[in-house]
């Protein structure tokens, strides 16, 4: 590995000592979505387009296709936004009362945490990350951006859509809420209030407004 991948690896995202370059430069945690990734492109965008860490915690028992969800994250913020999802880790924890998670907060409580949700956004805290993704079995709903104050993240379930965990991110980070739809839908926005699993476009859009809250978040940095 040479000099400058170190170097880079160290001074814009904190990696240092062992590198892989699949996981720690490319980003790459999972196999189910296998494809051709430049070294040379990821190491540009690395220095050059701004991006928030997120942590990933799959609850053993769930079945997520994380590497789906981190490529069609990127496909989403890079093509609206030009901004990127840069995953600092990946875990599996075996936590059996928490892959079918019991909630409060995700239910319209009005932001009251069940026992389960505050278990579960305690994981993963030392990942390198102030964001954390949650993998379960199931919730309810698809997934979900609720989280203890504090304790940024979401989760996603089996039930999930391409685009559930992007949406749900982009949730967490800008506080983006639900398009307003008036009385249409929206599906072509990934912040559609009818569904992820309804979108009906090959890339779902972000508007400017949307980017903007994104790229002025407080966990966005740049290198
Ligand atoms: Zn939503």
Known sequence: ????????????????????????????????????????????????????????????????????????????????????????????VNAPAL???AQDDCNGSGHSVSSEEDQLFDLG???????????????SG?????????RRGFWADDGASPWTFIHELTHVVGDNPHIDSNDSCNLGNLMTTCGTANINVALPNLTNNQCDRINGDADIESC
């Open 125 to 139: 805290r030392n990942l390198g990350a102030n964001i954390v993704a949650y993998y379960i079995q199931s919730g």
């Open 1 to 92: 590995m040479t000099a400058s991948i170190r170097n880079v690896a160290s001074s814009c995202l904190d990696k240092t000592g062992r590198l892989s370059l699949r996981e720690d430069i490319l980003g790459v945690y999972a196999n189910d979505n296998p494809q051709n990734r430049s070294v040379l492109a990821q190491m540009n965008r690395i220095q050059t387009v701004p991006f928030v860490k997120i942590a990933l915690v799959t609850i053993q028992g769930a079945s997520p296709q994380i590497q789906r969800d981190l490529d069609n994250a990127n496909a989403v913020w890079v093509g609206n936004c030009n901004v990127w999802v840069y995953p600092t880790d990946s875990i599996t």
């Open 142 to 150: 698809a997934g979900c951006a609720a989280h203890p104050p504090g």
């Open 99 to 101: 892959v079918a998670l």
